[in-house]
């Protein structure tokens, strides 16, 4: 199979063109590399790189030629930079999304997998959440997610183009770096080994539901190669931790004794989060893996050598 990956460069999307070149496919990678680097592709000489911009026409259609599945994980992310950004992050997540699909229809495409977001359930009324949870986000970000999804799924109705859109619990994992904007495990792993403290907005009590890279890459990869497959989907581990154990286990792994703050809420944050993955497991087989214990020693391992 050809594949193109968007975004192919960044955290999830390059364990995701990892794994597909172990599976044996062809892969192009179109990344501007804004938040993408160059250097988690060097170890794959194989793929074909595009610098280039999913609002870019003329380099997405070059870059899709011939490709078989798309799989669109360029985006502007965060809940935080969009509430700072916001006409920036729906021209990416929106637009973007459209010249994707536009993309996928000219060039033939059999089927775009598209990374969507749990930010698009904004607070949660029921736990666990299933796909039928109402959409009512509460930042930029997640109301762009949401959006995007509805183009997916839109396209998918009126063209022969499949169209699976996977919402994205908490993911971390190797390759995932520092970002003041981005997820809490690399901003405590940052501060950690930075010998600096770690701050907890709120009480702490507050649950998230963490999903490994190596799960969510293996849920694109499966989900790629579903045959008659369009919708949305869950994608998380299925399981919670607290905030505040969160850095109990990230502190216990580093082996640094660092003090943890706490600061008021967030805007934007939602209190707690738990996702029913069982429709993704209906659909195409997802089966998360990867434990957290397992998977937080495994990125502050990475972390030591990468982020200090």
């Not at 594949?3 to 990344?31: C, K, W």
């Not at 229809?105 to 736990?127: N, T, Y």
């Amino acid at each position: 199979m050809k594949a193109l990956v968007t975004g192919g460069a960044g955290f999830i999307g390059s364990n995701l063109v990892r794994l597909l070149l172990q599976e044996g496919h062809t892969v192009t990678v179109l990344d501007n590399l804004l938040s993408g680097y160059q250097q988690n592709l060097k170890p794959f000489p194989e793929v074909r790189f595009i610098e280039g911009d999913v609002r870019d026409a003329e380099k997405l259609n070059s870059a899709a030629r011939g490709v078989e599945v798309i799989f669109h994980l360029a985006a502007s992310v965060g809940n935080k930079r969009s509430i700072e950004h916001p006409i920036d992050d729906s021209e990416i997540n929106v637009i973007g999304t459209l010249r994707v699909l536009e993309a996928a229809r000219a060039v033939g495409a059999r089927k775009v997998v598209f990374s969507s977001s749990a930010g698009i359930f904004g607070e949660l009324k029921i736990l666990p959440i299933r796909e039928d949870h109402p959409a009512e986000p509460i930042s930029p970000y997640g109301a762009s997610k949401l959006g995007a999804e509805k183009l997916c799924l839109t396209y998918s109705k009126l063209y022969p183009l499949e169209a699976v859109c996977l919402r994205y619990f908490n993911v971390y994992g190797v390759n995932q770096r520092y970002d003041a904007y981005g997820n809490v495990i690399p901003i405590f792993a940052h501060r950690i080994l930075h010998s600096q403290p770690v701050t907890i907005f709120g009480d702490g009590e507050q649950t998230r539901d963490f999903v490994n890279v190596r799960d969510v890459a293996q849920a694109n990869y499966q989900a790629g190669m579903a045959h008659g497959v369009s919708g949305a989907f869950n994608i998380a581990s299925g399981s919670t931790i607290t905030i505040n154990h969160l850095a109990e286990l990230m502190r216990e792994f580093s082996g640094l004794d660092v003090m943890v703050e706490h600061a008021p809420p967030r805007p934007g944050d939602v209190r707690d989060s738990l996702a029913d993955v069982s429709a993704a497991a209906a659909a195409f087989g997802y089966n998360p893996s990867v434990g957290m214990e397992e998977g937080l020693a495994e990125y502050l391992d990475w972390a030591k050598k990468e982020m200090v």
